[in-house]
């Protein structure tokens, strides 16, 4: 269902030539949800009723100055009582936004933090695997993988860590004693 209310709103969007304004009203939304409990319970509870959170919704929307397509998107939640469903919404349509755009997502993961220079090497690298104009690269330091990367690229997951190639030997040495 989520799924389906981003893409329509992608296309309306993107009919509209707003694709990147509505993206960063719903950053900006998405921001203002990890920041409040209250807007997060009243985005997430059965118990507000319509009205009620098309009152507290308007002065949100009001506040972040968030109109036009995007408001009224949001309105349009409200009134199908899908307003819970908000940030699968909003990461479903970033989704699409970076398809059409031609970025690339990449997860690595690293034993101790890249210097500069090897993190453009890897961006570099990661974006011709990935054939894209672009990679946005999150890198996550994790010191238990002693050594190597671990590397998700779309559906795509390179592990040639130090500790899973231990872990492999260890296992064939089991097998063979």
Not at 59 to 74: K, S
């Amino acid at each position: 269902m989520a799924g389906r209310y981003a893409l329509a709103l992608f296309s309306l969007a993107q009919e509209r030539n707003e694709a990147e304004a509505v993206a960063r009203d719903l950053e900006g939304f998405r921001a203002m949800l990890d920041e409040s409990p209250d807007l997060r319970r009243l985005v997430r509870s059965p118990a507000f009723s319509t009205q009620e959170q098309r009152r507290a919704l308007d002065a949100v929307l009001a506040r972040a100055r968030i109109g036009g397509l995007t408001a009224n998107f949001f309105k349009l939640l409200v009134s199908k009582r899908r307003l819970f469903a908000v940030s699968e919404m909003i990461a479903g349509y970033r989704a699409l936004l970076d398809r059409a755009n031609g970025v690339a997502h990449a997860h690595v993961v690293v034993a101790e933090p890249l210097s500069a220079q090897h993190r453009q090497t890897l961006e570099k690298a990661l974006r011709e695997a990935s054939r894209s104009r672009s990679v946005a690269v999150t890198v996550k330091v994790d010191p238990t993988i002693l050594g190597g990367m671990i590397v998700r690229l779309g559906s795509r997951m390179i592990d040639s860590s130090l500790s899973t190639k231990l872990n492999s030997i260890r296992t064939r040495m089991k097998e063979v004693g």
